[in-house]
């Protein structure tokens, strides 16, 4: 099956504004926004965080198990942000 709604990941450090922009871009093209982070946090998918980084320490298989069954249910035109503070 050909895919016909395209997805868009934004990736980069902690506090460069890729929330902002993704929400910004998703409001424009008519796009639905989800937080990978935030995923990992309302979903329990981490081992708590990590005490010399303090960032998440993320169960990775969880996450994307997770997103691609979101993709599968909703076929939806998606903007994902992706933190790269984790830990895994």
């Known amino acids: 099956m050909a895919r016909t709604n395209p997805n868009i990941i934004v990736t980069g450090t902690p ?3 890729k929330t902002t922009h993704a929400e910004q871009l998703a ?3 008519g796009f639905k926004h989800i937080s990978v982070n935030q995923i990992v946090k309302d979903e329990g998918f ?3 965080k990590d005490e010399e980084t303090g960032s998440w320490i993320v169960d990775e298989d969880k996450v994307c ?3 691609l069954n979101y993709l599968g249910l909703h076929r ?3 903007i994902v942000v992706c ?3 984790w830990t895994t």
Do not use: A, P
């Open 76 to 78: 939806i035109k998606l």
């Open 65 to 67: 198990d997770y997103i």
């Open 83 to 85: 933190f790269s503070s």
């Open 15 to 17: 506090g460069v504004g």
């Open 46 to 48: 981490h081992e708590g």
């Open 27 to 29: 409001r424009s093209l």
